[in-house]
């Protein structure tokens, strides 16, 4: 195998981590800064009042998406085992 290809594939192979995991981190991440200037402003420190709306939002999106997720790997993997015989030349 090439480096050239070798990095290519690991080069998709990040992308599509990337937009896989893209949408539930950036979610999470928007929730927790919103919850977080929530207990400022409020002076609540509740340590629940930060997880459970993260978690929430993370489940619900990890159902919502998940049927799209998978299939990106799944052609993503598929790809790669079609690629496996070309390796050998």
């Known amino acids: 195998?090439?480096?050239d290809?070798?990095?290519n594939l690991l080069d998709d192979m990040l992308?599509?981590?990337?937009?896989?995991?893209?949408?539930?981190l950036l979610?999470?991440?928007?929730?927790?800064?919103?919850?977080?200037i929530l207990q400022?402003?409020?002076?609540?420190?509740?340590m629940t009042?930060?997880?459970?709306?993260?978690l929430l939002?993370?489940?619900m999106l990890l159902i919502l998406l998940g049927p799209w997720m998978i299939a990106r790997i799944t052609d993503f993997a598929r790809g790669l085992y079609l690629v496996i015989p070309t390796l050998a030349s």
């Open 15 to 24: 992308w599509n981590c990337l937009i896989v995991a893209g949408p539930v």
């Open 57 to 59: 939002v993370a489940a």
């Open 49 to 54: 009042l930060s997880y459970v709306p993260k």
């Open 40 to 46: 400022v402003a409020t002076q609540m420190q509740e």
């Open 27 to 36: 979610a999470t991440l928007v929730v927790g800064v919103l919850i977080s």
């Open 5 to 7: 290809r070798a990095l």
């Open 1 to 3: 195998m090439e480096a």
